[in-house]
């Protein structure tokens, strides 16, 4: 049942009310409160979340602070990619720029009556283009000069990518920034072992079209028995 909408499962009445179970959990409140109805129940908590993340040349990220600045700031360096250098890991193929930006974006999309936002969206395709622009022509570079195939640039990935991997292409000056997930205390070491041996680097909260933004990567819930049953029965079909 993946790719369900959680809200059909909740209007149902096919998923149990978890707040009862979740009272004494240590949960950060702004988790809690984003999953929390009017009426006080929880249906659905993110079992892990990750926080998107920036490092780059403390001049550099000053200026970002959001999807828009990130494609100025994405301009600003175009002069220097080429064969391997680029802008961040994010921006060398259109799929990973979607998966690198979208999370701190989508929420801008809806209207407060739950109706799409076109004008939000438009903008957002606008700014990740910029940013895409900016890397063709080292993409073309890199691909030319390494004998590499089209499938290198623009082969899917799957979720979003720990910014711990995206660290050390920063060190070594192959991107000019490092964007990701914090997902984990690994993540944070990374980030501040490169700020300590660049002293010219800082890290920051990346902020897209909303600000403040955490996005999930498990969910829990729980549903009522007769459907668990069901489930079950189906899976031994």
């Excluded at 570079?141 to 623009?154: H, I, P, V």
């Amino acid at each position: 049942m993946d790719g369900i909408s959680e809200d059909a499962y909740i209007e149902k009445g096919m998923l149990e009310d978890l707040s009862g179970v979740l009272k004494d959990a240590d949960i950060l409140s702004n988790i809690r409160d984003a999953y929390t109805k009017e009426d006080g129940s929880i249906y659905t908590m993110p079992v892990k979340f990750g926080i998107p993340m920036i490092e780059g040349n403390k001049d550099i990220i000053a200026g970002i602070t959001g999807l828009t600045t990130e494609a100025d700031a994405a301009e600003s360096q175009k002069d220097s990619y080429g064969k391997l250098k680029f802008f961040s890991d994010f921006s060398v193929a259109p799929s990973y720029l979607i998966q690198g930006t979208i999370d701190n974006s989508t929420p801008a999309w809806m209207n407060k009556d739950g109706t799409l936002n076109e004008d939000a969206l438009k903008e957002y395709l606008e700014q990740v283009n910029r940013i895409w622009q900016t890397q063709k022509n080292a993409i073309e570079e890199t691909k030319k000069a390494y004998q590499m195939g089209d499938g290198w640039a623009n082969s899917d990935r799957s979720g979003y990518t720990d910014i711990s991997g995206s660290v050390t292409s920063v060190l070594v000056k192959v991107n000019t920034v490092a964007t990701g997930g914090l997902l984990s205390p690994k993540g944070l070491v990374y980030l501040d072992s490169a700020r300590k041996v660049d002293p010219d680097l800082d890290y920051k909260l990346l902020n897209g079209q909303s600000e403040n933004c955490f996005y999930i990567s498990l969910i829990w819930e729980k549903h009522f028995p007769y459907l668990q049953r069901v489930i079950r029965s189906s899976e031994m079909q």
